[in-house]
C-alpha cells in the first residue's frame, strides 16, 4: 500500500513537471509573433461634433439676395418687366432696359430715385402729354425724388385704358390693343383679368406675362 502511494505522488508530480514545461516551450514558441501596432481604424468625430458642424455649414450658407420685380416703359431700348437687387435705383432699371433712347424726355424723370418692389417706372417721350404718366409717377412723389412704392400704383385698368396705355403692356401690340377696347365696347366691361383670354391675340401665356400688371376698375 505505502509503494502504490508513493508511485501515484511520483506520477502526480512528473505529470505537473510535465505540463509545466509544455506551457514554457508553447510560450517560447509563439513570443514575439504577433505585435501590437494598436488600433487599425481611426475614430470619426462623436454625433454631437458632427451635428455642431453642420449647423456651421448651414450657417456659413450664402443666403439669397431679395430681388425687386419692376416693370419699364416708355423711351428705353427694351420695355418689359425686370428683375434687379433689392434698394436699385431708377438708372439701374434704365440700364438694364438698354438705356434711353433718342426721343426720351430725360428731364421729366429722377434717374436717382429709388425703386420699390412691383412698380411701373414710365419714361416719358419728348412732347408726351405728362397726364398719362400720372398713374405711374406722381408729382408730388415726383418732387421727393421716389415713385410710387405700392405695384397697384402702376397698374393699368383695362376697362378705362386708351390704346396707347394698353401698348405699354408687354406683348400688346397696336392691334391686340385696338382687340381689347373693340371687345369691352361690344360685350361690355371685363369683370376679372381672365377675361381677356377671350380677346382675339391673347392667350394663356401673354395673359399671365400682363396679370401683374393690369386690373379691372368698376365703370
Known amino acids: 500500500m505505502i509503494g502504490q502511494g508513493r508511485w501515484r505522488g511520483f506520477l502526480f508530480l512528473a505529470g505537473g513537471v510535465g505540463c509545466f514545461l509544455l506551457a514554457s516551450f508553447l510560450l517560447w514558441t509563439f513570443s514575439g509573433r504577433f505585435s501590437d501596432d494598436g488600433p487599425t481604424t481611426e475614430a470619426g468625430p462623436s454625433l454631437g461634433v458632427r451635428s455642431q458642424e453642420a449647423q456651421v455649414e448651414q450657417v456659413a450658407a450664402p443666403l ?13 431700348a427694351r420695355p418689359g418687366v425686370y428683375s434687379l437687387p433689392a434698394g436699385s435705383r431708377v438708372y439701374q432699371l434704365v440700364e438694364k432696359s438698354g438705356g434711353l433712347t433718342d426721343e426720351a424726355d430725360a428731364e421729366s424723370i429722377n434717374l436717382a430715385a429709388k425703386l420699390a418692389d412691383g412698380v411701373h417706372v414710365h419714361v416719358p417721350r419728348e412732347g408726351e402729354d405728362k397726364a398719362t404718366t400720372q398713374g405711374f409717377m406722381t408729382q408730388e412723389n415726383q418732387k421727393k425724388g421716389s415713385f410710387l412704392g405700392s405695384a397697384s400704383a402702376g397698374l393699368i385698368d383695362i376697362n378705362k385704358a386708351s390704346k396707347e396705355d394698353l401698348e405699354r403692356l408687354p406683348g400688346i401690340g397696336p392691334k391686340t390693343a385696338e382687340a381689347i377696347i373693340a371687345y369691352r365696347e361690344s360685350r361690355g366691361l371685363f369683370e376679372r383679368v381672365e377675361d381677356l383670354l377671350q380677346v382675339k391675340g391673347i392667350g394663356p401665356k401673354k395673359l399671365e406675362a400682363i396679370r401683374n400688371l393690369i386690373t379691372v376698375g368698376s365703370p
Do not use: M, N, R
Request: proline fraction near 0%.
Open 64 to 76: 439669397k439676395e431679395e430681388e425687386w420685380v419692376v416693370y419699364v416703359t416708355g423711351a428705353v
